[in-house]
């Protein structure tokens, strides 16, 4: 069984519209991520989500949404897309505790063309 | 601030040799460490983490990291690399006195197992 799963693994779109990219954790954790990948490969982290408090990484545009129907959805919703978007989006779960941080286990990754 | 810097882009190793794949951070607080491996059109995967203890950490796939607190490192290592070993690695830190749930990402190396 897939821990962390992310539909579709590929998304080609035109500048403009608008596309979700959905994620589910089949591991109980109680936070998720949405990271960026750009093509040098950079990680960049744009939201986290834990227990209905969201951190947002104030360089994300706010034509990204997150929406998280329950603990162990995290779908991330992008409005007018734009050429810049272009990138891999990964999705990432883990089980934050207080005296100690647990790794991330990440989806497969959504690779995302707007032309 | 926060930061984690990976010094070196690529680092090419002949087969069977020893390799390191360099990190240091600078936090605040304790440093929470994490060494993950990306291969090609796949995400990241966990290899190992430092959260308190011995400084000597084994991970996954014969891999094995060094804290150093005095030179905040955190040096990815492997006695005799493979050529199933050329992959992306990332070194990530997460401050224990920061109260969100993100991690701070290096930059990335590529390794090359040559045969």
């Known amino acids: 069984d897939t821990a962390v799963s992310q539909t579709p693994k590929y998304l080609v779109t035109q500048m403009g519209n608008d596309k979700s990219i959905k994620c589910e954790q089949n591991?109980?954790?109680?936070?998720m991520y949405w990271y960026k990948q750009d093509s040098k490969k950079f990680l960049k982290i744009m939201f986290s989500?834990?227990?209905?408090?969201?951190?947002i990484n104030e360089t994300v545009p706010n034509r990204f949404s997150p929406k998280s129907p329950d603990k162990a959805h995290l779908n991330l919703h992008i409005n007018s897309l734009e050429l810049g978007d272009s990138a891999v989006y990964f999705c990432?779960?883990?089980?934050?505790?207080?005296?100690?941080?647990?790794?991330?286990?990440f989806g497969p990754g959504t690779r995302l063309t707007v032309l | 601030a926060q930061s984690v810097a990976q010094p070196e882009d690529q680092v090419n190793v002949a087969e069977g040799n020893p390799l390191t794949v360099k990190c240091t951070y600078s936090?605040?607080?304790?440093?929470?460490l994490f060494w993950y491996v990306q291969y090609p059109n796949r995400g990241l995967q966990f290899l190992l983490k430092y959260i308190t203890g011995d400084n000597l950490v084994k991970g996954s796939y014969g891999f094995e990291a060094e804290f150093n607190k005095s030179q905040t490192s955190f040096h990815l290592k492997k006695p005799s690399a493979l050529v199933s070993d050329s992959a992306l690695y990332f070194c990530a830190v997460r401050d224990s006195v920061d109260s969100n749930y993100q991690l701070i990402w290096g930059a990335g190396t590529k390794l090359i197992i040559k045969p």
């Open positions: 936090v605040s607080g304790n440093p929470y």
């Open positions: 989500y834990n227990n209905k408090e969201l951190i």
């Open positions: 990432a779960s883990s089980q934050v505790l207080a005296e100690t941080y647990n790794e991330q286990f």
């Open positions: 591991l109980g954790h109680d936070t």
